[in-house]
């Protein structure tokens, strides 16, 4: 098994252009996560999947969107890039299906640089 | 307001000492708690998860709670060189959104 794969693992975009960053699971899990993680902040949830069909804003959803496509896949779309969106991004997963099967299990991350 | 605070350290301990990491967090809607582990350029893995008031211990790891004093922290004994990492909190609230404080970065020096 793979655990959580993300694509691609670095990425360096220009002010203003769009990216889309690729998760996918295949422990069968339920919840899916996507964070950015800047020096200092820790990880901050920026949007996550309950289950598959529904998407909910986290702490800090402006300038993202998110589609999940199907059980499996987690995407993360920048429209705009803006400086302010350098970070690294993390995609996570769990079973979410309550106490004792919320461990959530982290890809490789994406290092994005916006010049 | 759902946030999850940790003394940003850094936080320096001998070999073979106990390491006390400290975690608070602000909406009492919070019920599960957790600590991850991040090694420099890695993705975090977990530690430890904790539900219930009181102490929970796995090896040489304790995680206490306190709802009350809405209060987690994370016990190393016997710290190892190799448990130097930035060590995460966070808490679970409604429909599983997660928030994470901003890491406690611990050095166990040989």
């Known amino acids: 098994n793979a655990g959580v794969t993300q694509t691609p693992k670095f990425q360096v975009l220009k002010t203003g252009q769009s990216m889309t960053l690729q998760c996918a699971q295949d422990?069968?899990?339920?919840?899916m996560y996507w964070y950015r993680q800047d020096p200092g902040m820790g990880l901050r949830l920026i949007y996550y999947s309950a289950s598959e069909g529904t998407t909910d804003k986290g702490e800090v959803p402006n300038g993202y969107n998110v589609s999940r496509l199907n059980k499996r896949e987690f995407s993360l779309r920048l429209e705009s890039a803006a400086p302010s969106q350098t970070s690294v991004y993390f995609c996570a997963s769990s079973e979410g299906l309550g106490e004792g099967t919320d461990t959530q299990y982290f890809g490789p991350g994406t290092r994005l640089t916006v010049l | 307001q759902k946030e999850v605070e940790q003394n940003s350290g850094p936080l320096s301990v001998p070999e073979g000492a106990i390491a006390s990491l400290n975690c608070t967090y602000s909406d009492r809607g919070s019920q599960s708690f957790f600590w991850y582990r991040q090694y420099s350029g890695k993705s975090p893995e977990l530690i430890m998860s904790?539900?219930?008031?009181g102490d929970k211990e796995d090896g040489r790891f304790t995680a206490q709670l306190n709802k009350a004093s809405q209060y987690v922290s994370l016990l190393i004994r016997d710290s190892q060189p190799s448990d130097s990492a930035t060590y995460l909190c966070?808490?679970?609230?409604?429909?599983?959104?997660?928030?994470f404080g901003a890491g406690t970065r611990l050095t166990v020096k040989p």
């Open positions: 422990m069968n899990h339920n919840s």
């Open positions: 966070a808490g679970k609230y409604n429909n599983n959104d997660m928030r």
């Open positions: 904790i539900y219930s008031n």
